[in-house]
Nanobody, 118 residues
Framework: QVQLVESGGGLVQPGGSLRLSCAASGATWIINRMAWYRQGPGKEREWVAAITRVGSTNYADSVKGRFTISRDDASAKNTAYLQMNGLSPEDTAVYYC??????????WGKGTLVTVSS
């Protein structure tokens, strides 16, 4: 069993930055991929970025060049980060951490709210 806890959301002005964290606990040695998704007001959940167990990254076109996903596996921290720069109101959403194991099981965090507003 894997548990995910997101943190780092909040209110930020347009053009500002935030860094989200996703701490994974449990059977973390079976992690294959970690990713971030988001769901804006009145919108469906969409994929934002992903990082594989070997460190390969991918981004949605809407965030490419502004967001950076990374992982810290040192000391078994198993934490994924999403550095978000150049935020705009369109980035307002609940951001969810997602983890897929080597066997294909999928886990979700409860989400952290990011609000971009002046």
């Amino acid at each position: 069993q894997v548990q995910l806890v997101e943190s780092g959301g909040g209110l930020v002005q347009p053009g500002g930055s935030l860094r989200l964290s996703c701490a994974a606990s449990g059977a973390t040695w079976i992690i294959n991929r970690m990713a971030w998704y988001r769901q804006g007001p009145g919108k469906e959940r969409e994929w934002v970025a992903a990082i594989t167990r070997v460190g390969s990254t991918n981004y949605a076109d809407s965030v490419k060049g502004r967001f950076t996903i990374s992982r810290d596996d040192a000391s078994a921290k198993n934490t994924a980060y999403l550095q978000m720069n150049g935020l705009s109101p369109e980035d307002t959403a609940v951001y969810y951490c997602n983890l897929v194991t080597m066997s294909g099981s999928e886990y979700w965090g409860k989400g952290t709210l990011v609000t971009v507003s002046s």
